[in-house]
């Protein structure tokens, strides 16, 4: 499989934990992106990437958001002393240089904040 | 004020007949990209199709086009011989020019059902 991949599918913590996800990029694409779903909303952006540079990071990511990319390939966010306003999808989506060229998304990692 | 605006929360349509899935946007940006993804239950975002801002034609790809209107701020979808596997969330998203990041502004998104 060729596409975005994303682990894990689903993780349930309990309020204050710290957890981790990680994206694997499509291998030539050197633009990644964090997004975040919650229910009955679109995507909203959280932080781009162009290789291992991170180039822009959304007001919605606190200080409790980290996210890295060494050397330029895969990706981890990491959520420390969760809540449980953190809930929702998290969604990773790269793409290449092209302004005009889709994203593309793989398959999320739902968070559960309990 | 939302950049994109997606009116309606649900749609039904009969298989096989069109549908049109409406989105109108803001921006001040002369240069912008319209972009529409397909969300199934499983979660995954599927592109669709992209129009610009600079393009004088309506987009299509197969069985979906792009109802320009860029006087108008919208972006309609239009799925015309609507299948059974077109059930999903539709989201209608933009993308505006200056700078590197190419990061997308979400509508709340199109709950399509085909009924048989």
């Known amino acids: 499989d060729t596409g975005v991949s994303q682990n894990p599918r689903h993780k349930i913590t309990k309020r204050g934990q710290n957890v981790t996800f990680r994206c694997d990029p499509i291998s030539e694409h050197n633009r990644l992106y964090w997004y975040r779903q919650t229910l009955g909303q679109g995507p909203e952006f959280l932080t781009y990437f162009q290789n291992e540079a991170q180039l822009e990071k959304s007001r919605l990511l606190s200080d409790r958001f980290s996210a890295e990319r060494p050397k330029g390939s895969f990706s981890t966010l990491e959520i420390q002393r969760t809540e449980q306003g953190d809930s929702a999808m998290y969604l990773c989506a790269t793409g290449t240089g092209g302004w005009y060229n889709e994203q593309f998304f793989g398959p999320g990692t739902r968070l559960t904040v309990l | 004020a939302q950049k994109i605006t997606q009116t309606q929360p649900g749609m039904f349509v009969q298989e096989k007949e069109a549908v049109t899935l409406d989105c109108t946007y803001d921006t001040s940006d002369p240069s912008y990209g319209l972009f529409w993804y397909k969300q199934p239950s499983s979660g995954e975002m599927i592109f669709l199709i992209y129009q610009g801002s600079y393009d004088q034609q309506n987009a299509t790809e197969g069985r979906y086009s792009l109802n320009f209107q860029k006087a108008r701020k919208s972006a309609n979808l239009v799925i015309s011989a609507s299948q059974l596997g077109d059930s999903a969330m539709y989201f209608c998203?933009?993308?505006?020019?200056?700078?590197?990041?190419?990061?997308?502004?979400f509508g709340k998104g199109t709950l399509l059902t085909v009924n048989p």
């Open positions: 998203a933009m993308r505006e020019g200056g700078g590197s990041n190419y990061k997308l502004t």
